[in-house]
């Protein structure tokens, strides 16, 4: 017995498997478009054929990823927001559905660091934190699922977690732990909640990349190059990260390839986590 549509699926697996890479058609919901992850997978994605709403809290940052996204192929329309309510979780979901119908994915690539100690740290930081890496991708699933109802075979969630949602072995960094744990606790729960739905929930966890919550890492300074030493040792593949390493495995989530894949959180960090 197979599930409606999977009969294909299975087809292609054996006869034309780069036929489960394809995306194009399909439409992509995006926060954080303006930063390092959210500009480089609207990039990839607008490449392979996407229709994308970008929603960003930055208008100039925005309107330059959209000129890129469209240059590379996609179809784009934007919106000035950032996942702070159900209203604006509510209004990105909306303008996807009005520039483009129901979306197919949804990519929560919002999301913010706040390191202090914790005897330093305000309590307006670690909400801020918790709000933006936890409270935000759970109201954009929510208004995601009003959205898809009850069209939701195929249709996928992908949420950006860390390493440190597993590891506590940063200093500073227990808001941004506590929310990284939160963010693979809300993805195996919603990949429970709605695997009847057909609708997948994964999440990758990045090691460091760069981007402006990292740029003091790859600074050429003490305490970058100190920093950069302290994570090096633990990375077997030599190397700290660059957004376009998690291009592949994010259009794996985000395509039928994964059709069986949920609740997941996919480490991409050089190996980091295997030791
Ligand atoms: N860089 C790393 O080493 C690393 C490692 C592991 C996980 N991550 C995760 O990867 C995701 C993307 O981060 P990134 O590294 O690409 O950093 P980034 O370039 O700073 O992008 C994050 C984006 O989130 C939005 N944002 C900022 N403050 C926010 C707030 N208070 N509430 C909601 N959204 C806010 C901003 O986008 P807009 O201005 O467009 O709204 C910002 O550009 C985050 O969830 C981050 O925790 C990063």
């Not at 609207?42 to 709403?53: E, K, W, Y």
């Not at 994915?105 to 740290?121: C, F, R, T």
Request: charged share 20%; with cysteine.
């Amino acid at each position: 017995m197979t599930i409606e549509g999977t009969d294909e699926l299975l087809h292609d697996a054996l006869y034309n498997p780069l036929a489960l890479f394809h995306v194009s058609g399909k439409t992509a919901v995006i926060t954080g478009a303006s930063g390092a992850y959210g500009r480089t997978i609207a990039i990839a994605l607008a490449s392979l054929g996407c229709n994308l709403l970008l929603a960003s809290g930055s208008s100039d940052e925005l309107a330059k990823v959209a000129k890129e996204a469209s240059d590379a192929g996609g179809n784009v329309a934007v919106i000035q927001a950032r996942p702070d309510t159900i209203d604006d979780a509510s209004a990105i979901i909306g303008a996807a559905v009005a520039s483009f119908g129901t979306p197919d994915m949804l990519i929560v690539a919002s999301g913010l660091n706040l390191p202090a100690m914790i005897d330093d740290m305000v309590v307006e930081d670690w909400e801020a934190v918790m709000d933006a890496n936890v409270r935000g991708p759970w109201l954009m699933a929510k208004a995601f699922s009003a959205a898809v109802g009850d069209q939701g075979r195929g249709k996928k969630v992908l949420f950006v977690s860390s390493v440190r949602g597993r590891l506590g072995n940063a200093v500073g960094y227990t808001a941004y732990c506590s929310s990284k744990g939160g963010v693979d606790a809300l993805t195996r729960a919603l990949a429970i909640e709605w695997g009847s739905r057909g609708i997948t929930v994964n999440a990758i966890a990045p090691t460091v990349f760069r981007s402006s919550l990292t740029s003091w890492i790859f600074a050429d300074d003490d305490r970058g190059r100190a920093a950069r030493a302290r994570n090096l040792s633990r990375i077997p593949l030599g190397r700290l990260g660059e957004p376009e390493d998690l291009v592949g495995v994010s259009v794996y989530l985000l395509s039928p390839a994964s059709d069986f894949c949920t609740g997941q959180v996919h480490y991409i960090d050089g190996g980091y986590t295997a030791g």
